[in-house]
């Protein structure tokens, strides 16, 4: 068993409209000095030994990721259950 | 015989019903399917109507691609079957790579609903044959996530091949590239748009009866074949 974590990313170029609407808020609420926000999401996995990164990279791009508009990383986070 | 024209039905969808209606008026016989039955009982066409299905989890269309009626949609597209996809409709094609590039949360983050004008850039496609070249159409407009993306190659292969069909006539108000509101498979077969045709097909209900031709140009395509 391991905990495997899959980070989704949209790519550079793709338009971020919740990342900069984040970014909008943040002056008023206080804080300055943060440039840019992107927001994407993380799938955290618990997968059997037998799934190795190739399948985990065939998981992220069939379906938890859009590999037209998001780009994905995939960290072992443990290999304790 | 009238053309039987699927109307496919997923968790989620919302406008099967006014698809339906928009096939009947237009003179053709609408078949109900379902997303879990991969049988596509005898249709000539299919369309694949707007809705949220699976409540746009993960992404908006993206479980509904694997859906096992997709399947077989995916393979009848290819021998040359007409498709459909109306807003989450055109989400799923672009899900399932039956169509180029991904729709988006609209700039601004905003949900629009409003009627918009459209100018029908091809009218060779199996959808759009009723259509005058150019003809301005008003249809309604309703989604959150209706901003057209693709990369620059995509986005020149569509403009070269006169694959975008449907084109916001005013800058698009989703912030769509290149001002897209629907585009075609390179044989003309396939085409997804964000507009909603099938909510102008009655002068009571919709802002204009532009809609309909949507309809009456696969019956025609049909009747060619």
């Not at chain 2, 609209?106 to 009627?115: G, I, S, T, Y």
Request: proline share 6%; glycine share 8%; aromatic share 6%.
């Amino acid at each position: 068993m391991a905990r495997v974590s899959v980070d989704v990313m949209p790519k550079p170029e793709i338009l971020d409209p919740q990342g900069q609407a984040v970014a909008g808020a943040l002056p008023r609420l206080g804080f300055s000095g943060v440039r840019e926000v992107r927001q994407g999401k993380r799938f955290e996995l618990e997968v059997d030994d037998t799934v190795d990164d190739t399948v985990l990279h065939r998981i992220a791009a069939t379906l938890l990721a859009n590999p037209v508009i998001e780009d994905w990383r995939v960290t072992r986070l443990s290999d304790q259950p | 015989m009238d053309a039987r024209i699927g109307v496919v039905t997923f968790p989620g969808t919302l406008d099967d019903v006014d698809a339906a209606r928009a096939v009947r008026l237009a003179g053709a016989y609408a078949v109900s399917l379902w997303h879990a039955d991969a049988e596509l009982h005898e249709v000539d066409a299919v369309i694949l109507p707007g809705g949220f299905s699976y409540g746009d989890y993960l992404r908006a269309g993206a479980i509904a691609s694997f859906a096992p009626v997709m399947r077989s949609v995916r393979e009848a597209a290819q021998r040359g079957m007409p498709v459909l996809g109306i807003c989450n409709g055109f989400q799923i094609l672009c899900e399932a790579g039956l169509l180029p590039g991904a729709l988006t949360r609209n700039a601004h983050l905003r949900f629009l609903c409003r009627d918009v004008w459209l100018r029908v850039e091809n009218v060779d496609t199996a959808w759009t044959g009723s259509y005058r070249a150019e003809q301005e159409i008003l249809i309604p407009l309703k989604s959150g996530d209706g901003r057209y993306v693709a990369d620059q190659h995509t986005l020149a292969e569509l403009e070269r091949e006169r694959r975008v069909v449907f084109r916001y006539r005013d800058p698009a108000p989703n912030g769509s590239a290149h001002d897209i509101a629907g585009i075609a498979s390179p044989n003309g077969r396939v085409v997804g748009l964000m507009p909603h045709p099938e909510h102008a097909i009655e002068s009571a209900t919709g802002p204009s009866t532009d809609g309909l031709g949507v309809i009456s140009s696969v019956l025609t395509t049909l009747l060619a074949a």
